[in-house]
């Protein structure tokens, strides 16, 4: 999971349903695990009934009682309350500038040993991009898995996905931050229903990841199971193979018996062999069975293991917020010992910066996992730097 998601846990949940129901006016008094909610005449919910109780966490606690809602990540009473919060307010438009924030150094120049003793952002024109608000359920039939809220964020003009201003956003919003102003929307419907478009294609690329490990969890876990039913399948055969045996066994004697006995003795003896004779064709009859499942790798018990593990993946667009932002340039003083260097590039708000910066060697472009080693001569990697230092 990257920084631009929002993991669902309970502390979150209780945050969000708590500012959430002060908002509606609603009081709210703590006892335990429990909330007790108290709403103003004025308030129009659906959320809101006479007497209302939230209990945190296991909905053990709840039994059935009137008034009494379950709080947790996949508790009914939280998901209403995000669906009613997107439909209250799905759209917005806020605004990060230059003003006030720190300007982002990358990467590529903060993790290395070059100093920057100076940063000046001057911004030439205003750009628009759209931030949304995704919820991610990714679950099995059986078990709940994981829940989060992710941000995806592209310019509106250029459809560039901007990762960096989506953690800006979640910042700026978060419960943490101070209170942000929001206003009307401005982007065509048409428009934005195209980012729209764009930006899922996008989430789903980013969440493959965290799919595939979910998914591969989910297989152990239906592995393990599907072995543990082979094993008590085994057992099983075991316990009907020694059943047969001593039942053949009581058959055989009671045959021998028959054989020499009185006429009473001898009917008693026919009527006992009998029930065990059919006792012993069940057993031979699910021995068969058994056998035979296990020979097709029990092939419908391991249809109904899977499918109980198999994953259900849903993605929900809850809100759609217009951002506008500074494009310009950033001027940094770098100081690398006794040498001094200015580099000017791309540069946005809330953004940082915008423009691939090269190694004057190797043409590789500096990045998270590619460091600037030197400003010497030029701005060289520490790859560069290394190798030219062992010649």
């Known amino acids: 999971m990257t920084d631009a998601a929002i993991p669902v846990t309970q502390s979150a949940v209780e945050r969000i349903t708590e500012q959430y129901l002060q908002t509606l006016g609603c009081t709210i008094k703590k006892q335990d695990n429990q909330w007790v909610i108290t709403s103003p005449d004025s308030a129009h919910s659906e959320l809101l009934t ?16 009137d008034n009494v809602e379950p709080l947790h990540p996949e508790s009914a009473f939280f998901q209403r309350i995000l669906s009613q919060a997107s439909e209250r307010c799905p759209t917005g438009k806020i605004a990060t500038n230059s003003a006030g924030n720190d300007i982002r150094i990358p990467e590529w120049l903060r993790q290395s040993d070059v100093e920057v003793s100076d940063a000046d952002f001057t911004p030439y024109y205003d750009r628009t991009a759209v931030v949304i608000l995704y919820q991610v359920t990714i679950e099995t039939v059986s078990e ?19 990762p960096p201003l989506e953690q800006t956003f979640l910042e700026l919003t978060s419960l943490d931050g101070a209170t942000v102003t929001s206003d009307q ?23 493959d990841e965290t799919i595939d490990d979910i998914h591969h969890e989910a297989s152990r876990a239906a592995d393990a199971e599907v072995e543990e039913y082979r094993q008590m399948q085994q057992q099983r055969i075991q316990e009907l193979q020694e059943k047969r045996s001593n039942l053949s066994s009581k058959v055989d004697e009671l045959s021998g018996r028959i054989d020499s006995s009185e006429e009473a003795e001898r009917v008693e003896a026919l009527k006992k062999r009998k029930e065990l004779k059919s006792d012993l064709q069940d057993v031979d009859a699910e021995l068969k069975d058994v056998r035979q499942r296990r020979d097709q790798g029990f092939r419908e018990r391991q ?7 198999a994953l259900d993946v849903r993605t929900k667009p809850v809100t759609l917020t217009e951002v506008e932002y500074e494009r310009g340039e950033v001027e940094f003083e770098l100081i690398m010992g006794e040498h001094r260097r200015t580099v000017t590039v791309g540069y946005g708000s809330g953004v940082g910066v915008t423009e691939a910066v090269e190694c004057v060697s190797c043409n590789e472009k500096f990045s998270d996992h590619t460091h600037l080693g030197s400003i010497t001569r030029g701005l060289k990697c520490e790859d560069c730097v290394c190798s030219q230092a062992g010649e």
């Open 50 to 65: 006479d007497g209302l109780t939230l209990v945190c966490g296991d909905e053990d606690d709840v039994d059935g009682r």
């Open 144 to 162: 709940y898995q994981s829940e989060f809220l992710r941000a995806v964020a592209l310019d509106v003009r250029s459809e560039e996905f901007l």
């Open 185 to 207: 929307m401005e982007i065509d419907p048409t428009d934005a229903r195209e980012l729209l478009d764009t930006a899922n294609e996008r989430l789903i690329e980013r969440i």
């Open 303 to 309: 249809s109904e293991i899977r499918e109980r593990h």
